[in-house]
């Protein structure tokens, strides 16, 4: 209403509000996460040591509420009132934290929501709260942010100073079990650096832990990193007249002792869709994408390495960081420092991980089991063969009694039917476990858990058992027994699925 009366009288205002309203809450961020990662950022630059996000239904309106609460310094009321405008900030590009813009929490909190409240107080007794509404906004009865007001704080119990950010009527906030995780494990990746330093960030009262994409930090369970070389340093000419430098460092991940696990394990421990690069401005990843590689295109064996590259928020504008600080987009000068060290480097993890896949592949790689398994095989009577060997030759069936079959343990991704095949190939039987089947899903996942990383080990009486049905299996004589064996181990991996699956 107020700016078409504007219009009418010849004046433009540079914002047309109601329709910026609405235009601002399709910011675009990434997700739930990328949203509040804007709040959690705001208190640590307030020096928060607690930031508590709690995720519930609105216990009127049964609609979604997000609170961000955290025990920081607090505002004045004036700044109360400058932190809900649109590029009201104190620190209005500066470069010494990670806010920058003044447009942060008003942006995010209505990307979530239709409505923003904001408390906060550097003394217990004095709590002042403003609001942002988006539905008067854009009806036109509002064009300021409201007079801060004495309030009090909606919690029981609350620090000497801090702020709470409330959004409700979250009409674009995702609530389900699945996006949950995702906003731990996001916040977690994105705020690892406060997170090992001691910070504590908790969603609904779980403490988020660090999610190092390098795997190189001390938590990470499953998955352990190793430092690929020393940190690259780049001193660079930032365009405000200062140099900064500009760290890249990579690890790999252990190809040979994780191979085995089943795709779904890897996507749980973050190894499968994990290539790439993270990008931290000020100790804050802001973005992980495919970065600085030249032409190398990305494949599932880039997933194996890690790399990261951290810079300082002098270098914003060589990084092309966005206002939402979860994309940049890095200008020619700066690839012409960066492509030509990191590509060749990518270009040898890769290989380096193509070769690690092709040794564990490799039939010589030798389990525990197969080498108990072929250490006794003489004891045993020689299969009957009449196979011959893949390169042609005439299987040698004589021989075997003498020094016993020799015995190769393989694992791989074989869809859901069967738990693992058999082959008889000359003296060389060769078993394929299915890292797929849910029976091996459900035995390898708790010895990961007890950290069992040594799964050869600890896998060796399932190998046995199932290398000597193979063993029994492929001395089967006749080709119609040989069909019924394969039926029947066929149907006991099916119903084995359905029990355990
Ligand atoms: N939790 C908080 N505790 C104390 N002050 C805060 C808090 N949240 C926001 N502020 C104040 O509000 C201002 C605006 O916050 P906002 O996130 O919109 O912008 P910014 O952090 O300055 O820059 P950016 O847009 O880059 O995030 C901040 O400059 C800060 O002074
Ligand atoms: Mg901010």
Not at 94 to 100: C, H, I, K, L, S
Not at 242 to 269: M, Q, Y
Not at 424 to 446: I, S
Request: hydrophobic share 35%; proline share 6%; with cysteine.
């Amino acid at each position: 209403m107020t700016s078409s009366v504007s219009r009418s009288r010849g004046v433009f205002p540079v914002v047309a509000l109601s329709a910026f309203i609405d235009a601002i809450r399709d910011s675009g961020y990434r997700s739930p996460a990328h949203a509040l990662a804007e709040l959690v950022d705001n208190s640590l630059e307030a020096k928060a040591h607690s930031i508590n996000i709690t995720i519930q239904d609105d216990p009127q309106t049964g609609v979604g509420q997000v609170r961000v609460i955290d025990d920081g310094c607090g505002m004045p009321p004036s700044t109360l009132q400058l932190a809900l405008q649109f590029g009201g900030s104190t620190r209005f590009n500066e470069r010494t934290g990670t806010g920058r813009y003044g447009m942060g929490l008003p942006c995010s909190a209505l990307s979530q929501a239709r409505r923003v409240d904001v408390y906060s107080w550097q003394s217990p007794s004095q709590t002042w709260w403003t609001y942002l509404d988006a539905r008067t906004i854009a009806s036109g009865s509002c064009v300021q942010i409201p007079a801060p007001k004495r309030a009090p704080v909606p919690l029981p119990a609350h620090s000497p100073s801090g702020t709470v950010v409330v959004l409700s009527d979250c009409d674009r906030f995702d609530r389900s079990p699945l996006v949950a995780g995702d906003i731990t494990n996001n916040l977690g990746r994105i705020f690892r650096r406060v997170l090992i330093g001691g910070a504590s960030v908790s969603v609904n009262g779980e403490p988020i832990g660090p999610v190092d994409p390098l795997f190189t930090a001390a938590h990470h369970k499953i998955v352990q990193g190793t430092p690929y070389g020393p940190t690259l340093e780049f001193r660079i000419r930032a365009p405000l007249g200062t140099t900064s430098t500009v760290r890249v460092r990579f690890a790999e991940l252990p190809v040979r002792t994780l191979h085995v696990l089943s795709n779904a394990e890897k996507a749980g421990a973050g190894i499968t869709k994990g290539a790439g690069v993270s990008v931290v401005r000020a100790g804050r990843e802001i973005d992980y994408g495919w970065y600085f590689m030249g032409s190398k295109r990305k494949e599932n064996y880039d997933d194996w390495w890690r790399c990261e590259v951290e810079f300082e928020p002098v270098l914003d504008e060589l990084f092309g960081l966005t206002h939402t600080k979860q994309r940049v987009n890095p200008t020619r000068e700066l690839a012409a420092v960066l492509v030509p060290h990191v590509e060749p480097i990518a270009r040898v993890l890769n290989r380096r991980v193509r070769e690690a896949f092709q040794q564990v592949r490799s039939p010589q790689h030798d389990s525990n089991a197969s080498r108990r398994a072929q250490s006794r095989d003489n004891q045993l009577e020689p299969p009957h063969t009449t196979r011959r060997s893949r390169n042609g030759s005439a299987a040698e069936p004589d021989n075997a009694g003498i020094t016993g079959l020799q015995y190769r343990t393989l694992r791989s991704s074989m869809g859901e039917s069967e738990l693992f095949n058999a082959e008889l190939v000359g003296r060389v039987l060769t078993m394929t476990v299915n890292t797929d089947h849910a029976f091996y899903e459900q035995l390898l996942a708790p010895l990961m858990r007890q950290r069992v990383v040594r799964t050869s080990e600890a896998m060796a009486p399932l190998e046995l058992l199932l290398l000597a049905y193979c063993r029994a299996e492929t001395s089967l004589r006749h080709k119609a027994d040989k069909r019924i064996a394969h039926h029947l181990r066929k149907q006991w991996a099916e119903a084995l699925n359905a029990y355990v699956g």
